[in-house]
């Protein structure tokens, strides 16, 4: 009998050509200063998120949901925190989902409908695209940031006979460039043309009153829907979804990424109230954390001032090339910094960065340092 063919070749091969590209991906551990987490007000390691889940534990909420939202999983505090998602978001209606990446999915791939046209804005998370490519609109993408684009592409799709509704997709503030929508120019072209959906998951508990995000002025509006995760800035896992109600009886109704998905565990229903309570009871933390970017902006302007800064948490620094990137991030992690690099397919091809994530986990002196090591550092790149 002739020996079985090596069923794995087709991946060990792939993997050495990522490896020869220097984009093989790899799990490390946490190490050094955070510069690169998403918990930009530091909130995760939070004593009064971990009073709330005890406080949950203790009154018997169950770890775990047991099943869908549409079975057994539907628990009274789930429904408690949606309902006090609307009232500080200022929506009509929430919807929790387990993560980010399954609410924007469910949200792209189940609102636009067949003779729909999505327009995404080009850098839109994987999880957006994701969600186009599963749903039955017409998908286009969009120039970044440029509304007149979008318009263009309204137009001649219009032109070419459609009349269907539009939906436009983006992020408030981007995930890899650090840089914001425009929004308000964006929300009356959805005025005149249909819907606007704003994923605020880097912008939550950041920006805006008490936290409340960079379109919070457009929330409650019939045609804005607004997606807000827990994992970043509010410490803690899972996702809302907010919007008219009629919309959130749809995803209830017809998203399958919410029907056939165990609900989210009750815990984090507990976390995700306390985190609200914390965004209205400390504006420190925003305050801080808003110092935190000026001195690095700042820092940088004076040391390097032919890096491009973002003026936000998420400072992307352009290197280029993969594997230049990766050896400028093992240097300074080298040096006790924790800051990651970013390559390709997250990236474009050919602007491969350091994404430096300012957190409340790092203090004044670590972003002093920090721009000091960049200085030293960067002009050998």
Known sequence: MA????????????????????????????AGVDFSS???????????????????????VPVGAAGSRLLRGNVDLQEAFEAEAARFFGAEAVLGFGGGYVANFALLSTLP??????????????????GARAGRAEVLRFRHGDVGHAEALIGTWRADGHRGTVWIAVESLYSMDGDIAPLDDLAKLADAQGFLVVDEAHATG????????????????????????????????????CAARPLIDFL?????????????SPLMAAVGIEALAILRDEPERRATLQAHVDLFNAELARRLPEVKTSGSQIVPLIVGGDAETMELAAQIQGRGFDVRGIRPPT?????????????????????????ETL???WPAM
Do not use: M
Not at 118 to 129: F, K, T, V
Not at 223 to 237: E, F, I, R, W
């Open 375 to 377: 200085e030293e550092l």
């Open 113 to 130: 409908q067949r003779g729909d046209l999505l327009l995404l804005d080009e850098l839109c998370h994987a999880s957006a695209n994701e």
């Open 38 to 60: 998403n918990d930009y007000l530091g909130l995760a390691g939070s004593p009064r998120l971990a009073d709330a889940a005890r406080r949950a534990l203790e009154a018997e």
């Open 3 to 30: 020996e079985p063919a090596d069923r794995l070749a087709v991946f060990r091969d792939q993997l050495a050509d990522l490896a020869g590209q220097a984009r093989l991906r790899r799990l490390n551990p946490r």
């Open 206 to 241: 950041v920006y805006g009153p008490e936290g409340r995000g960079l379109a919070h002025h457009l929330e409650g509006r019939e045609n804005v829907v607004t997606l807000h995760t827990l994992g970043k800035a509010l410490g803690g896992s899972g996702a809302l979804i």
């Open 347 to 371: 990236v474009p091809v050919g602007t491969s960065r350091l994404r430096v994530s300012l957190t409340l986990n790092a203090t004044q002196d670590d972003v002093l340092r920090l721009a």
């Open 252 to 264: 209830i109704n017809r998203s399958r990424p919410f029907i056939f998905a165990t609900a989210p």
